[in-house]
């Protein structure tokens, strides 16, 4: 390999970096926004005792809520729309993808409105997720992640698995049965997912051990 080509590599694996970090944070803070409005709204709630007002008072409130938090889940649905993809794809296909994403979500949107192109987004981000966490669980290479390790990109996919169903959750709380569902997935993958990548090595010992039986 050339000098050149060296370099070249070396500049993209340092933008996927600065990609990777600048994705963690911005995810980050629109969680935190997210959790923020959802604390003061629940307190908001109970202490200004709101559910003594009558109905149509308290759905103004809820759709008041909705309203302000709107933003931030559009903000992290398309944070998705990016960061899933970019586990499978290089970073030139990255583009292709997102442009098409992006004109299919605005397609949708102009046709059957806002929410029906943010799920067409979580669809997308779903289904790929489920191929990186399938992938992963195979122990494939073909994977962009800046941690190695098994079991850190198990419990990465998942975390991520579990984020998208939280937003589609978040999405579909009008269906009682799915929000159920949803709920308790979008927890079970959190949960797993946080002990794959925190304790990645005591994991490793366990199936080790298992093997050596």
């Given at each position: 390999m050339s000098a050149q080509q060296m370099e070249s590599e070396h500049k993209i694996l340092k933008r996927a970096g600065s990609l990777d970090y600048y994705l963690i944070l911005a995810t980050a803070g629109v969680l935190f926004a997210i959790s923020v409005i959802c604390v003061y709204g629940m307190l908001y709630f109970k202490f200004a005792s709101l559910q003594q007002l009558p109905a149509p008072a308290k759905m103004a409130y809820m759709d008041t809520m909705n309203i302000v938090v709107a933003p931030f889940v559009i903000i992290l649905i398309l944070?998705?729309?990016?960061?899933?993809?970019?586990?499978?794809?290089?970073?030139?296909?990255?583009?292709?993808?997102?442009?098409?994403l992006a004109?299919?979500?605005t397609g949708v949107s102009f046709l059957l409105g806002i929410k029906a192109g943010l799920i067409v987004v979580l669809a997308a981000s779903l289904l790929l997720q489920l191929v990186v966490l399938g992938m992963a669980a195979a122990g494939s290479r073909h994977l962009h992640f800046?941690?190695?390790?098994?079991?850190?990109?198990?419990?990465?996919?998942?975390?991520?698995l579990g984020l998208i169903l939280f937003v589609l959750d978040l999405l579909l709380y009008r269906h009682p049965f799915l929000h159920l569902v949803l709920f308790w997935v979008t927890t079970g993958a959190s949960v797993l997912g946080m002990l794959c990548c925190f304790y990645a090595q005591t994991a490793a010992n366990v199936v080790r051990k298992i093997r050596q039986q």
């Open positions: 944070l998705l729309g990016i960061c899933v993809p970019k586990r499978l794809l290089p970073a030139r296909q990255l583009n292709w993808f997102g442009a098409v004109v299919a979500c800046e941690k190695s390790g098994y079991w850190v990109r198990v419990g990465s996919s998942l975390i991520h």
